[in-house]
């Protein structure tokens, strides 16, 4: 497929450049698609769109995760995908929840999905919900409510822990102790693989299933990534592409591959 953007694509399995068509045709065979981007930022939008509508020209079925739906939102994504409500009613619906993204930037994508009949699942936990355990901490009754595991939140691996420690470190909160932030993250890393566990175990997804966050959730194979391996009876093939600002230098082993903006 030749996109209608030129994109700034590295793999760094090799070390090198790579062009859009070459690095589509490499996503194919992989059940998983991880897309760590900065948010809402117009050329990364064109990057998932002509992910996605060239796996769709290539004959699949791409499904498609948003973190910027929490899971109490799903109902809106599947009313408007299916021409029941309009996009200014699913846009007031989904401004009274507590997410806070312009749902506008992302409409094309949703459009895509509805247009060619794809799935979206709303991954996130709500907001509020990760900002209260950033202040105060994990509270049982919440947990239960979302069937997520406080073993599970608490048990990150210590790469994990000293990766998002790092980044509390670069931007400490008076409010927020470490230990809080660390937990704040985690929730949603774990609400997120849950998530999407539960709809590949289901069997009603069609793959690969494109995964689309800030990029904190998925860098290294840290966060969803590994829970997700973890929560899977059977093995998962991924990609992991994760978004750098021009004047970043990627780390090894941050992603298989990188795009520059």
Known sequence: MESAMTYNILDTRENIPIDFGMFLSTLTDKDIIYIGEFHQVPEILSF??????????????????????????????????????????????????????????????????????????ALNIPRNVASAVAR????????KAFSIDEE???????????????????????????????????????????????????????LPLIVITGRGHIEYGLGIPERVKEKLSRSVSDTIIAVLYEDERPDEGMADYILRI
Do not use: W
Request: charge should be negative; hydrophobic fraction near 40%.
């Open 48 to 121: 998932q769109i002509d992910i996605i509508s060239g796996l769709v020209l290539k004959g699949f079925k791409p499904s498609i995760g948003l973190e910027m739906f929490n899971v109490l939102q799903q109902k809106i994504i599947d009313y408007y995908i299916a021409g029941v409500i309009p996009f200014e009613q699913m846009q007031g619906l989904y401004e009274m929840g507590p997410e806070g993204f312009d749902v506008t930037h992302y409409i094309s994508l949703i459009d895509i999905a509805s247009r060619n009949r794809l799935k979206i699942i």
């Open 152 to 206: 599970e939140i608490r048990g990150c691996s210590k790469k994990y822990r000293e990766t998002i420690a790092g980044v509390y470190k670069k931007h400490p909160h008076e409010d927020i102790t470490e230990e809080n932030f660390i937990l704040a993250q985690s929730i949603k890393d774990e609400m997120m693989a849950e998530t999407i566990a539960y709809h590949m175990t289901a069997g009603a997804l069609g």
């Open 136 to 143: 105060h901490g994990l509270n049982r009754h919440e947990l």
